[in-house]
């Protein structure tokens, strides 16, 4: 069902302070709830995405993105480009067969998030809302028969499925583009909620 290389895990160095203001930053960071993901510069992958397996009618999470979403592609036409944040492999098939994720990007000035899915191998995106940076929001996937909802901030928007029952295949984690890699290291947490 996996394909090789969809998924890697990829460890990073713990990060040194060489100043009090940096230790200080580094010890709220490490008290904040959540897995601190890190999309290096150069990758498409973030850090701690293990393998796993999932079937599941609701993705429930909280997520916190910091100053460095906001970035600048190569290409500009690639800045529209929706970098995936959340979400399940669907009908136990590849995530570019059927699949839905909260995505996100930083364009025309401002940190957006959208919904983003596959359905038989078709694309869907849809813009759900512009967000701060530095700030928890809660996103929610119900994925019920035949149709995946996405809800975060007083948004909802509804995408077509192509099979019914809860949602088995894998779980989905950040992952940077489009086409292009990180142009520099993104970090952002995730806490996964009940």
Avoid at 147 to 169: D, M, Q, W
Wanted: one cysteine or more; proline letters at 4%; aromatic letters at 10%.
């Amino acid at each position: 069902m996996i394909a090789a290389g969809c998924l890697r895990k990829e460890e990073v160095a713990p990060a040194t302070a060489p100043t009090a203001v940096a230790a200080s930053a580094d010890a709220t960071a490490a008290t904040e709830p959540g897995v601190l993901y890190t999309i290096l510069k150069g990758q498409h992958y973030a850090t701690s995405n293990p393998v796993r397996l999932v079937s599941k009618t609701k993705l429930k999470f909280s997520v916190k993105f910091d100053n460095t979403a906001s970035y600048k592609t190569k290409a500009t036409n690639n800045q529209a480009d929706v970098n995936k944040l959340y979400g399940v492999a669907d009908c136990n098939s590849l995530h570019q067969t059927n699949s839905a994720r909260f995505g996100w990007r930083w364009y025309q000035n401002r940190l957006e998030l959208l919904a983003y899915s596959y359905r038989a191998g078709v694309n869907t995106t849809t813009l759900l809302t512009a967000i701060d940076r530095n700030k928890w929001y809660t996103c929610e996937l119900q994925i019920t028969d035949g149709k995946y909802t996405f809800l975060v901030n007083g948004k909802k928007v509804e995408h077509k499925r192509s099979c019914t029952g809860a949602a088995k295949g894998y779980q989905l984690y950040p992952y940077f583009g489009g086409d292009e890699t990180a142009p520099q290291n993104i970090t952002l947490r995730l806490q996964d909620l009940p």
